[in-house]
């Protein structure tokens, strides 16, 4: 290996290098830009390449900053962080560790959903693989590179199901490759560990396909058997060059998303983030509302809007959470809506939502509600006649929480959760300044996206974003760290537990549901105990190790975005 890094005799890193010169710089992960110092400059051949004057990390990062703030628009800091990236992943993730409340917005959502419509006017540098359907035979050979030998966690999408904006074909790279960023810097795992991966099975985008700039397949999307066998293809590449490596679906369409994970779950370690990390993530936040709501678990009152993977995602482990809280079929409390209005026994097309199916006939409450279609039982009918306390929304469908809606949620409960999901901005179920407009300041609201602060009662407050950022580095983490085999429902639950125990508002109602962003590192590390003590309940690692060393072995495992000394061999 040309770059390897070793610990002396002082227990201090320092990296090997046989590369010299520009073969070092233009090494993303181990350039040192102009941090070089005077004796690695003599050591490597730097001299001339580089500028003279040597800044420490420190005076890098606010340099940077400074630029990134001159930047005209939201996209043109993504595309400016993106480029630092691409030159010096230490210098990357230093910014983002000190100024990750601003920057955390530009590496993912919001402005990740515009980066990957336009991924292929941006592009700029190889990141990740992209696995084309044309070359699926390919695959053992794309993954071969040397490059990739450290790899522990793959990010993997097809592009066809972006936050709510849709097909984005070979523009979903972005999705991988922001996630994997949220890795590292949410819960340091190394750089050199991470792989994006895009599956391009072609696109249904018409203007994707017209746009003479696209970088993907141009070829509609394959679908059935075609599809199927391409997955599996890359599944057992990936198996072959990466047998141990834990794997994350991402942003596939709901036709695939729940079928791969179901099909996969068991023959390597993977989890589809859609479905499983936003269930954890929101259920976290509404252990911390209904704590500061004073609800009692059995009194809550769920609706939740979009019966997709990820709504109902939500409702299985809600249920799972009011079961571990002694409420036995908790699955009642819970009401799906879609486009037919309430999941009913009159609702066409059913699958994996079944068990939260309302019986119009035999569920005693149901016979008294007051509707006009009981073949389309609106939301707003659906919110007033189940006395709902809590709404969530996962429809990707921009404004549908009417103020009509939210107002019938002040009147059934004193302080009303409402968690408008959706993604990007403008796929959001409502704004959170309407909401407190319209329920005088009393609802408790968490967001899928960020939001600008607000004046709550004469105090300035963040809206807390429901990121999946703070479920699944600190998963992945205790996972890693662990070796686990497998990725269970049970994690995720405990993820969700442990990121609640960490929730301000315990300790004031009226503070946030979750910790800033600024101490997502340290979130990340709970989390990740917590998850490691239910690997080591179950038996889910070849590992011997003594629970008393969990800490120990997870903060070990955690990499910093800090120069080491470089030596030459």
């Known amino acids: 290996m040309r770059f390897k890094v070793k610990i002396d005799e002082n227990k201090q890193k320092h990296l090997e290098s046989k590369a010299v010169g520009y073969d070092l710089i233009i090494n993303s992960r181990w350039n040192k830009g ?30 940077r900053y400074l630029t990134l703030l001159a930047k005209p628009n939201d996209l043109e800091k993504h595309i400016y962080l993106r480029a630092i990236q691409e030159r010096n992943e230490t210098l990357f993730y230093a910014l983002i560790e000190h100024h990750i409340e601003d920057i955390m917005p530009l590496v993912y959502t919001p402005v990740v ?43 993997v999408s097809d592009g066809e199901r972006i936050l ?19 890795y590292t810097a949410c819960a340091g795992i190394a750089p050199e560990k991470t792989l994006p991966i895009l599956l391009d099975a072609g696109t249904d985008n018409q203007e994707l396909l017209n746009d003479p700039q696209y970088i993907g397949w141009r070829h509609s999307r394959i679908r059935g058997d075609e599809y199927d066998t391409f997955v599996e293809i890359f599944i057992s590449a990936v198996k072959r060059r990466f047998p141990n490596v834990l794997l994350q679906w991402e942003d596939f369409a709901q036709a695939n998303a729940g079928k791969l994970l179901n099909r996969y779950r068991n023959e390597l370690c993977s989890f589809n983030d859609d479905i499983q990390g936003t269930a954890a993530i929101t259920v976290s936040a509404l252990i911390a509302a209904t704590n500061a709501a004073k609800l009692k678990p059995e009194d809550l009152r769920v609706v939740i809007v979009g019966a997709g993977s990820a709504g109902v995602g939500i409702a299985n482990l809600l249920t799972d959470y009011l079961e571990y809280m002694g409420v036995s079929k908790g699955y009642t409390q819970i009401f799906l809506v879609d486009r037919h209005g309430l999941i009913t ?64 949620m002040a009147l059934n409960t004193l302080h009303p959760i409402i968690f408008p999901l959706s993604n990007p901005t403008s796929k959001a179920e409502a704004i959170p300044k309407d909401i407190l407009s319209w329920t005088d300041n009393s609802a408790i609201i968490g967001t899928g996206t960020a ?119």
């Not at 800490?551 to 030596?567: K, L, Q, S």
């Open 345 to 408: 026994d009159n609702t066409p097309s059913l699958d994996f939502q079944l068990r939260f199916i309302k019986s119009i006939e035999s569920t005693p409450a149901l016979s008294n509600w007051v509707i006009k279609d009981k073949n389309n039982i609106t939301l707003l009918e659906t919110v007033a006649n189940a006395k709902a306390n809590i709404l969530i929304g996962v429809s990707a469908q921009g404004g549908i929480f009417t103020q009509s809606i939210i107002t019938q």
């Open 164 to 182: 709510g904006l849709g097909d984005q074909g070979a523009g979903g790279m972005g999705i991988p490759i922001g996630k994997l960023s949220l």
């Open 451 to 569: 939001f600008p602060l607000i004046n709550r009662n004469d105090k300035i407050m963040r809206i807390d974003q429901v990121n999946n950022c703070y479920i699944f580095p600190g998963l992945g983490l205790g996972i890693l760290a662990l070796k686990a085999s497998r990725v269970t429902d049970r994690m995720f639950l405990i993820a969700a537990i442990a990121l609640a125990e960490m929730s301000p508002a315990l300790n004031d109602p009226t503070a946030n549901l979750l910790p800033p962003l600024s101490e997502i590192r340290g979130v990340s590390r709970h989390v990740a105990i917590k998850v490691a003590e239910e690997i080591l309940r179950s038996n889910n690692t070849d590992l011997y190790i003594i629970e008393a060393n969990l800490a120990e072995i997870i903060e070990d495992y955690m990499w910093e975005p800090v120069y080491i000394p470089y030596r030459r061999v």
């Open 34 to 63: 102009t941090s070089f110092t005077e004796e690695e400059r003599d050591a490597f051949c730097l001299h001339g390449l580089i500028p003279p004057h040597i800044f420490d990390l420190a005076d890098a990062v606010e340099k």
């Open 113 to 155: 959903g515009e980066a990957c419509q336009k991924f292929s006017h941006i592009y700029r540098q190889p990141r990740g693989v992209f696995v084309s359907y044309p070359n699926r035979h390919k695959i053992d050979a794309m993954l071969s590179s040397p490059y990739f030998d450290n790899v522990e966690v793959i990010v």
